[in-house]
C-alpha cells in the first residue's frame, strides 16, 4: 500500500503529471499503489483498458446503485446507452478513478484535498452533499456517499451517474424538445438552490451536470414518458460560497475563476464582465454558462428559445437570474400539453460532437 508521501505532492500534479510522467502506465500506477487502502474501505477499482478508460470488474456482481440507468430499448444492445456502456468509466484527469463497493455498487473516488488545498472544496461537500441539506429534493448537487484519509490526502466517494447531460442530445439519443427541456428545468432547478445558498458554481456548463439515464421520447410509441431522470450537478472545485454574514454587493469576483487543480485560469468561455476587470456576479456568470452549453439546442418554441437567448444576455444586468429563468421557462412549458413537446429540436450541425456515454465525473 502506497504512503502518502509516494504519491504526488498536490493537486495540480495529481490532476496532470508532466513530462514522462505524464504517461498513462505512470498516472495508473499511482492508483494501483493505492488498490490496498481502497480494498480496506471496502472498494475494488474499475479495470483499465487503454486511453482514459477503464471498466468494470463484472457485469455478474453489480448492484443497482440509484443514478445509472439504461433506457430499454438500449439495454441490452452494443449501442450507446447500453448497459455494457454503463459499465465503462472516461475519467478526464488522473484525479478521478471508477470503483465498485464491496455490496456491488458502482461509485468515482476522487482526490478532493491534498494538505491545505481543497479543504473549502471539503467543506463545501460536507455541508452541501451530505446532511439534512442533502436531502431538499430541489438540492441537485450530487451526494457525498462518504470521505477517505490518507495522510493528508481526503478522497471523496460519489455514487456513479450514468452520463453527463452534455451526450444526452445532439449525439446519438434521440431526445425530444420535452426531455432537453426538463433537463434544463432541472439545471436551472439546481444553479437556483446553490446560489439562494450563496453558492456559485463558476464552472456551470452542461458537462458538469450529470443524468441519471438519457430519455428518449422520440423512440417510445406513448405521447409522454411515464418517468424522468434526476439531473445532479457536478465538480464544486471552483465554486464559491458566500456566507450569511457576506451583504449581497459584496458576493462579487474579479477575473477568470481558478483554483484547485487547475493549471491556471479558466479557460472555459466567459460573458464579457468576467474579463473586464472589474467585479462582477458569479451568480449571473453561472446563469451565462449553463445558457451558453444549450447554444446547439433549439425547441422552434419562440418562449422557450427566448429563456435560453435571455440566459446568455452578453449585459449582466439585464440577465435573468437563474430564478428568474427557471420560472419563465416553467411557466411556458405548463401551458402546453405534454404531448405537444415531443417533437424533435432543431440542433446546430456545426456543433456536434462524437456520440459518447462514458461520463464525465
Known amino acids: 500500500m502506497a504512503a502518502a508521501s509516494q504519491l504526488p505532492p498536490d493537486l495540480k500534479t495529481w490532476r496532470g503529471p508532466s513530462g514522462e510522467e505524464r504517461d498513462r502506465k505512470f498516472m495508473e500506477a499511482i492508483w494501483k499503489d493505492l488498490n490496498g487502502f481502497l480494498a480496506e474501505s471496502g ?69 478532493l484535498a491534498i494538505g491545505g488545498e481543497g479543504r473549502e472544496h471539503v467543506k463545501l461537500l460536507q ?35 450514468a452520463c453527463s447531460c452534455l451526450d444526452a442530445y445532439n449525439s446519438f439519443a434521440e431526445a425530444s424538445v420535452g426531455d432537453i427541456v426538463d433537463m434544463l428545468a432541472q439545471c436551472l432547478e439546481g444553479l437556483v438552490f446553490l446560489h439562494h445558498f450563496g453558492i456559485a458554481h463558476r464552472d456551470a456548463f452542461k458537462d458538469n451536470f450529470l443524468i441519471q439515464w438519457i430519455p428518449e421520447s422520440l423512440r417510445f410509441e ?56 472589474r467585479p462582477y456576479d458569479p451568480f449571473k456568470l453561472d446563469v451565462w454558462q449553463l445558457g451558453t452549453s444549450f447554444n446547439d439546442f433549439k425547441s422552434t418554441i419562440p418562449e422557450i428559445d427566448a429563456v435560453l437567448t435571455s440566459m446568455v444576455d452578453p449585459d449582466p ?3 435573468p437570474t437563474a430564478y428568474q429563468a427557471m420560472k419563465t421557462l416553467l411557466n411556458v412549458v405548463a ?27
Not at 448497459?83 to 471508477?98: C, D, G, P
Not at 429534493?137 to 495522510?151: E, F, T
Not at 424533435?344 to 456543433?351: M, N, Q, Y
Request: include cysteine; glycine fraction near 8%; aromatic fraction near 10%.
Open 43 to 111: 472498494y475494488t477499482l474499475w479495470e483499465y483498458e487503454y486511453l482514459f478508460l477503464t471498466t468494470a470488474p463484472s457485469r455478474a456482481g453489480v448492484v443497482p446503485n440509484g443514478y445509472m440507468y439504461s433506457n430499454p430499448l438500449r439495454a441490452f444492445t452494443d449501442d450507446p446507452g447500453s448497459i455494457t456502456e454503463l459499465l465503462v468509466y472516461e475519467y478526464r484527469n488522473a484525479l478521478t478513478r471508477a470503483a465498485r463497493a464491496s455490496d456491488g455498487r458502482d461509485v468515482v473516488i476522487r482526490v
Open 127 to 161: 455541508t452541501f452533499a451530505q446532511g439534512e441539506y442533502s436531502l431538499m429534493s430541489s438540492n441537485h448537487m450530487l451526494p457525498l456517499l462518504g470521505l477517505m484519509d490518507l495522510g493528508d490526502i481526503t478522497f471523496g466517494v460519489f455514487p456513479k451517474v
Open 222 to 277: 406513448y405521447d409522454t414518458p411515464p418517468s424522468r431522470p434526476r439531473v445532479y450537478v457536478n465538480d464544486f472545485e471552483i465554486a464559491i460560497h458566500f456566507t450569511k454574514d457576506v451583504p449581497q454587493e459584496k458576493r462579487v469576483c474579479i477575473g477568470r475563476p481558478s483554483g484547485g487543480s487547475l493549471p491556471g485560469p479558466s479557460g472555459r468561455p466567459m460573458p464579457p464582465e468576467v474579463d473586464s476587470g
Open 317 to 319: 444586468t439585464t440577465r
Open 335 to 361: 401551458s402546453i400539453p405534454p404531448k405537444d413537446l415531443v417533437f424533435p429540436p432543431e440542433l446546430v450541425s456545426d456543433r456536434r460532437r462524437p456520440a459518447a456515454v462514458v461520463g464525465y465525473q
